[in-house]
């Protein structure tokens, strides 16, 4: 199956400093990737679509300023996290957008867990 | 987007069948069903995609129905293993704006 990594699979910062978090489709070309949020015992909730080449979509209530994504190529996109604080800490998960013959698959990264002092 | 509702827990005994069954009543003709399954701390895992009637893979069964408003997915022979939130996700027609959006998933509990 396709897989997608993340790295760092954890990071502990101080608060107003920026992370940056790097997803990357290792076995296929992904013109969209996902970047997801998720507290503890909740689903996941979706912040942004990015599209490789064009800025990024962001759903509503999510700072485009403070969540910078960056789409350069067909198999990396990153999210920095700026002037993190605390309530910024989460689990972030990225997925990329695996097309098919009919359809297509979101595969999703293993993950980045953030915690900001 | 179609909303999906699944029961919100289930617990099941190791080696029985288990069956989780999602509603999607809005799903729209270009839509296919997914299914995830997603572990503590890790990233959600793939199981199975499918658009109609049955689909059956290594891991699991996707159960169809003509409509398409519900699909059942079952899981032979658990073990404590299983033990996971699985996700029912409806989307994913080629088109470039289309966006997955998460329900809240079933927990599903395997007991010894």
């Known amino acids: 199956g396709a897989v997608v990594s993340q790295h760092p699979s954890w990071v502990i910062c101080k608060s107003g400093t920026s992370v940056k978090i790097e997803c990357r489709s290792l076995?296929?070309?992904?013109?969209?990737m996902f970047w997801y949020r998720q507290f503890p015992k909740q689903s996941l909730m979706l912040m942004a679509t990015?599209?490789?080449?064009?800025?990024?979509?962001?759903e509503q209530g999510v700072e485009k300023d403070k969540f910078l994504i960056n789409h350069a190529s067909l198999t990396l996109s990153t999210l920095t996290v700026t002037s993190a604080h605390p309530e910024d800490s989460s689990f972030y998960i990225c997925?990329?957008?695996?097309?098919?013959?009919?359809?297509?698959?979101?595969?999703f990264g293993p993950g980045t867990r953030l915690t900001v002092l | 987007l179609a909303k999906t509702t699944q029961p919100i827990s289930m617990d099941s005994y190791e080696g029985q069948e288990v069956n989780i069954t999602c509603s999607h009543n809005?799903?729209?003709?270009?839509?296919?069903i997914t299914w995830y399954q997603q572990f503590p701390s890790q990233g959600p895992r793939f199981i199975i995609q499918?658009?109609?009637t049955k689909v059956t893979n290594e891991v699991a069964s996707l159960f169809i129905p003509a409509d398409r408003k519900s699909s059942t997915l079952s899981l032979p022979r658990v073990s404590l293993s299983d033990t996971a939130v699985y996700y029912c996700?409806?989307?994913?027609?080629?088109?470039?704006?289309?966006?997955?959006?998460f329900g809240k998933g079933t927990r599903l509990h395997i007991l010894p």
């Open positions: 076995d296929f070309q992904a013109t969209t």
């Open positions: 499918g658009y109609k």
């Open positions: 809005n799903i729209a003709t270009n839509d296919y």
């Open positions: 996700l409806v989307g994913g027609s080629m088109n470039r704006d289309d966006k997955i959006i």
């Open positions: 990015s599209n490789e080449g064009s800025k990024a979509t962001y």
């Open positions: 997925s990329a957008r695996s097309m098919g013959a009919s359809t297509d698959t979101q595969y």
